[in-house]
């Protein structure tokens, strides 16, 4: 059974950071790749950040480059994305879901294409006071 849970989630005041994990059970989490998305209240969910089997590859969507970065541990079996400078904006509950394919974006659509991944987990509240 396919299971993804996200942990790290909480409450941080404007410009402070956090590390949010994924941990990954009941498939060969290192084969694919793992993409984090959001969704805010009254929002569509989106696309955060993507990062390629053995770190080929990272993506990250323009809310969030330069001041996160995505990594993975696949002795752990687990994704990391580390946000700084976290605002009220990033205000969301994060997700963490596994593509089908080992690189992000390979195949059809691009690494934003919800799609494309396979199994998602329950979410992390992000909560940013100002």
């Known amino acids: 059974q396919v299971r993804l849970v996200e942990t790290g989630g909480g409450l941080v005041q404007a410009g402070g950071s956090l590390r949010l994990s994924c941990v990954g059970s009941g498939f060969t989490f290192n084969a694919f790749a793992i993409g984090w998305f959001r969704q805010a209240p009254g929002k569509e969910r989106e696309a955060v950040s993507c990062i390629s089997h053995s770190e080929t590859s990272t993506h990250y969507g323009d809310s969030v480059k330069g001041r996160s970065t995505i990594s993975r541990d696949d002795a752990k079996n687990t994704a990391y994305l580390e946000m700084n400078n976290l605002q009220p904006e990033d205000t969301a509950v994060y997700y963490c879901?596994?593509?089908?394919?080992?690189?992000?974006?390979?195949?059809?659509?691009?690494?934003?294409?919800?799609?494309?991944?396979?199994?998602w987990g329950q979410g992390t509240q992000v909560t940013v006071s100002s």
């Open positions: 879901a596994t593509d089908r394919l080992p690189s992000c974006g390979e195949g059809y659509g691009t690494w934003r294409t919800q799609g494309r991944y396979d199994y």
